[in-house]
């Protein structure tokens, strides 16, 4: 028999009363204070066991994420996004045109909602050789960045 409570255990909700295995996925519906107990009981109409419960759970609510915009010239690029409602700070990560967003790599977490363009440049060294013109459309297309907002 598995219980969840919203409200530190003053009310109880049933969850599950048929598992037989050690663990149980349950999925959190919205952000806040979780507590759980579980009990044995033998067969279907057996006598429920004395609860155990869980200490409380917080939830923290997911952040709504940046809303950016991005400029370049021939050796910087400019990262500007509106603040986050409770957002402390924002990560920000960079990936190449040819690699994945999970394989980004974070290169700053800032608490103000720019990055200074000094620090990053818009060609990579193995790229910065080539004979490319250094316009704000090739800047952009060569990395991506993700930006996350974060407590």
Do not use: H
Not at 34 to 48: D, H, Q, S, T, W
């Amino acid at each position: 028999m598995l219980e969840v409570s919203r409200d530190n255990g003053k009310s109880w909700e049933k969850v599950a009363s048929d598992i037989t295995e050690p663990t149980y996925k349950y999925s959190i519906k919205d952000a806040g204070d979780y507590k759980f107990r579980v009990a044995g009981k033998l067969g279907i109409n057996g006598e429920i066991n004395d609860y155990v419960e869980s200490d409380a759970i917080t939830v923290i609510a997911a952040l709504d994420s940046p809303k950016a915009s991005i400029a370049s010239s021939a050796d910087t690029v400019d990262l500007v996004w509106d603040a986050v409602d409770k957002a402390d700070q924002y990560e920000v990560y960079r990936y190449s045109y040819d690699e994945t967003a999970e394989n980004a790599s974070k290169i700053a977490t800032v608490t103000e909602c720019a990055f200074p363009a000094s620090t990053v440049t818009a060609f990579p060294t193995s790229l910065s050789s080539t004979r490319m013109s250094p316009i704000a459309a090739v800047a952009v297309s060569i990395w991506n960045f993700i930006l996350y907002s974060a407590r």
